[in-house]
């Protein structure tokens, strides 16, 4: 099993909700990722787990609160997000190759609408 | 972290071989070197990574010079289902976790 999951695949909220994201994998690694990707644009890294812990926040606004709650599973909690926030929420999940090259897995993201 | 410049855009033709550069000059010791790939709605998927010299799997090849500052992705015959945005990252490894910035990635047009 190479795959990361993610649901839901699309998610309307309004800016007084509560929301949650979940990424889900069982390739046994022990690091994974939240990145957000507007149209057109690269994908930017928000948050890096290593082995459970949070190791790189990159000034993510508090509105976005990520959880590990175990070594397969990642979470991201929205709470009173802005229109701005819509985008393509993408998890990922990494490994060391037997050629010692890391590789990141990526799933295929939840579309997020903010109204 | 060092910053890549890559171009836009590029063309190609079915059955050709693409050659996109990436310019990395602010590279760190301890920095590698990595492709992906991205279609439309979807994750982005690892194409190739390495350190210095050359790398190839079986869909691609990375040549790195010995100063680093550059490196190109050569992908041999490519095939319309190749049309994508191909990214150029660099970055240190972190215990078993990686730090990557995307840059601007290029977009890669394939046509009969």
């Known amino acids: 099993d190479t795959e990361v999951t993610q649901t839901p695949k699309h998610l309307v909220m309004g800016m007084t909700n509560k929301k949650s994201l979940k990424c889900e994998q069982h390739m046994g690694h022990r690091a994974m990722y939240w990145y957000k990707q507007k149209a057109k644009k690269p994908p930017e890294l928000m948050f890096v787990y290593s082995y459970e812990k949070l190791s790189i926040n990159e000034s993510v606004p508090s509105r976005f609160s990520p959880e590990c709650p175990n070594s397969s599973l990642l979470n991201l909690h929205l709470h009173a997000l802005q229109p701005e926030d819509s985008a393509l929420y993408l998890c990922?999940?990494?490994?060391?190759?037997?050629?010692?090259?890391?590789?990141?897995?990526f799933g295929p993201g939840t579309r997020l609408t903010v109204t | 972290l060092a910053k890549t410049t890559q171009p836009i855009s590029m063309d190609s033709y079915e059955g050709q071989e693409v050659n996109i550069t990436c310019s990395h000059n602010n590279i760190a010791t301890n920095d590698y070197i990595t492709w992906y790939q991205q279609f439309p709605s979807q994750g982005p998927r690892f194409i190739i990574q390495?350190?210095?010299t050359k790398v190839t799997n079986e869909v691609a090849s990375l040549f790195i010079p010995a100063d680093r500052k550059s490196s190109t992705l050569s992908l041999p015959r490519v095939s319309l289902s190749d049309t994508a945005v191909y990214y150029c990252?660099?970055?240190?490894?972190?215990?078993?976790?990686?730090?990557?910035?995307f840059g601007s990635g290029t977009r890669l047009l394939v046509r009969p």
């Open positions: 390495g350190y210095k």
């Open positions: 990252l660099v970055g240190p490894r972190m215990d078993s976790s990686y730090k990557l910035i």
């Open positions: 990922a999940s990494s490994q060391v190759k037997a050629s010692g090259a890391y590789e990141q897995y």
